[in-house]
């Protein structure tokens, strides 16, 4: 980021995932004021998602149980998808007008979070579910829960085979999900605790 130039938007439930400088810190438990006073950041919006408020600035909010935490964006609706783990939900906010529009129920404790480019449907890690659930964004329900490994957390899209890669922390394994069936195809043994997890478009592999 060069200087103070570039804006970015901040959707936040526990904690900004930046550390720009000392940010204020809202308390929920008080009717919600906009904190205004860093001069030193980046940040232009902070989106607080339990009470749908978007305000100025950086904000960090400790109380409001929601906890958001993996992030993806779907180019068919334009609507942005966040996992909040504290909460059990996806919260679907429209970036046009930076609300909350819907909130989905998954399973317990949802982290990782991807969007399939062919079938246009969202898949989302729950954790201690040990499922990942597939939401139809034409509907913002969700259509299956699919079994795979102990905790998973992390997941992937392989556009070459169109396979979809979920890292599982307590199996020691990526489960691998077929999107044309939503049924896991392979399991593969890897290292302990796997969490994130990535494609490389240069030479197709997984990491």
Same mark, same amino acid.
């Given at each position: *980021?060069?200087?103070?130039?570039?804006? %970015?938007?901040? %959707? &936040?439930?526990?904690?900004?995932? *930046?550390?720009?400088?000392?940010? $204020?810190?809202?308390?929920?438990?008080?009717?919600? +004021?906009?904190?205004?006073?860093?001069?030193?950041?980046?940040?232009?919006?902070?989106?607080?998602? #339990?009470?749908?408020?978007?305000?100025?600035?950086?904000?960090?909010?400790? !109380?409001?149980?929601?906890?958001?935490?993996? &992030?993806?964006? #779907? $180019?068919?609706?334009?609507?942005?998808?966040?996992?909040?783990?504290?909460?059990? !939900?996806?919260?679907? &906010?429209?970036?046009?007008?930076?609300?909350?529009?819907?909130?989905? $129920?998954?399973?317990?404790?949802?982290?990782?979070?991807?969007?399939?480019?062919?079938?246009?449907?969202?898949?989302?890690?729950?954790?201690?579910? #040990?499922?990942?659930?597939?939401?139809?964004?034409? !509907? =913002?329900? +969700? %259509?299956? =829960? @699919?079994?795979?490994?102990?905790?998973?957390?992390? %997941?992937?899209? #392989?556009?070459?085979?169109?396979?979809?890669?979920?890292? =599982?922390?307590?199996?020691?394994? +990526?489960?691998?999900?077929?999107?044309?069936?939503?049924?896991?195809?392979?399991?593969?043994?890897?290292?302990?605790?796997?969490?994130?997890?990535?494609?490389?478009?240069?030479?197709?592999? @997984?990491?």
């Amino acid at each position: *980021m060069a200087g103070n130039s570039a804006r %970015i938007a901040v %959707i &936040i439930g526990v904690l900004v995932l *930046m550390s720009l400088s000392v940010l $204020p810190v809202l308390n929920l438990s008080a009717p919600a +004021v906009a904190q205004t006073n860093n001069t030193a950041g980046a940040v232009k919006y902070t989106l607080i998602l #339990d009470n749908n408020t978007l305000l100025p600035g950086d904000v960090v909010a400790y !109380t409001n149980g929601i906890e958001p935490w993996g &992030i993806t964006y #779907d $180019p068919q609706n334009g609507y942005i998808y966040v996992t909040d783990r504290g909460s059990n !939900t996806v919260s679907v &906010i429209n970036p046009s007008t930076d609300e909350v529009v819907a909130i989905i $129920p998954v399973g317990r404790f949802p982290l990782g979070i991807v969007y399939d480019p062919q079938n246009g449907y969202i898949y989302v890690a729950n954790n201690r579910s #040990d499922t990942v659930s597939v939401i139809d964004p034409a !509907t =913002n329900k +969700v %259509i299956a =829960n @699919i079994p795979v490994g102990s905790s998973p957390h992390g %997941i992937a899209y #392989d556009p070459q085979n169109g396979y979809l890669y979920v890292t =599982n922390c307590g199996s020691e394994s +990526v489960s691998v999900i077929n999107p044309s069936t939503n049924t896991v195809i392979a399991n593969i043994s890897v290292g302990r605790s796997p969490e994130g997890i990535a494609f490389d478009p240069q030479n197709g592999y @997984i990491y």
